[in-house]
């Protein structure tokens, strides 16, 4: 019951950081991009973690757990990898520049 509550005040505040960032996602370049997604998947991830919590206490298993958390990384891993192609095309903008 607590790791709910818990997952659901984190959800609280990732939402509303992801509401704010959402503008910039698309405008700052890789660090807002990096920011909105850590967010976004935040979200995600505590929604998942809060489901994954019910299944558990249903099922008496761990593998709503062992799901989730694959999930959460291969989500972390994807927005690493858009991260790392914004920021590898801001580098070579600024490397083509005078």
Partial sequence: MKLAVTGLGALAV????????????????????????SAHNDVLANVAIIAAGGLTLWTRSLWPDVVVGLGIAAMNI????????????????AAARP
């Fill in 78 to 93: 994807d927005a690493a990898r858009e991260v790392w192609t914004a920021a590898r095309q801001e580098q070579s903008e």
């Fill in 14 to 37: 990732n939402l509303t950081c992801a509401f704010m960032l959402a503008r910039f996602k698309s405008h700052g370049g890789s660090l807002a991009k990096a920011a909105f997604l």
